[in-house]
């Protein structure tokens, strides 16, 4: 028997799950995708422009997986490569080591919890893991905007991330 979907999946403070997205920086609008824009495993995470379907897609373009409540699987969209590779926290990530995707394996280190910041429709994306609270996706240069660097952890205070770990999770337009 399939596990239910809670109703409010795809509603109102909700991610688009289940459909192919592009995942981009709410500041920069720089696009979350793979390093060699590829599904290839394992590779970093970096953000990159102008154009997030360029390469059909292959390593922009993603897919959440909704487990239960706010927590979701990250994976690619499978398009060049037919199994899905799924975003990963590495064991460094508390010391600015970027976000890789590997196997997917259902493991801890790819359970994020995707939570949109009030009613921004931007969502805050954390490691569901106790010893991650407040640490969000960004990127190395979460400073000043720059392309073609690393995704990673950041710590953040108090109850919203700010802008720049803040992040767009928009349906795939048309090519």
Not at 86 to 96: E, I, M, Q
Not at 125 to 133: D, E, L, V
Not at 146 to 165: E, R, S
Request: charged share 15%; hydrophobic share 30%.
């Amino acid at each position: 028997m399939a596990a239910a979907v809670p109703a409010a999946a795809n509603g109102p403070g909700y991610p688009p799950s289940n459909q192919a997205v592009v995942i981009s920086n709410a500041s920069t609008g720089f696009y979350l995708q793979t390093d060699t824009q590829n599904e290839n495993r394992p590779q970093y995470v970096q953000v990159w422009y102008p154009w997030p379907l360029a390469n059909e897609g292959s390593g922009s373009v993603w897919r959440l997986k909704q487990k239960y409540g706010d927590h979701y699987v990250i994976e690619t969209e499978p398009i060049k490569n037919p199994t899905p590779a799924c975003l990963t926290v590495p064991d460094n990530a508390k010391d600015n080591g970027p976000l890789t995707v590997t196997n997917c394996n259902g493991g801890p280190a790819q359970d994020w919890i995707v939570r949109e910041d009030g009613t921004s429709e931007t969502y805050t994306i954390t490691p569901a893991g106790a010893n991650f609270r407040q640490w969000a996706i960004t990127s190395q240069s979460q400073n000043y905007p720059h392309p073609d660097v690393y995704v990673t952890l950041k710590h953040f205070t108090g109850t919203n991330a700010p802008t720049n770990m803040r992040w767009k999770i928009d349906p795939r337009s048309a090519a």
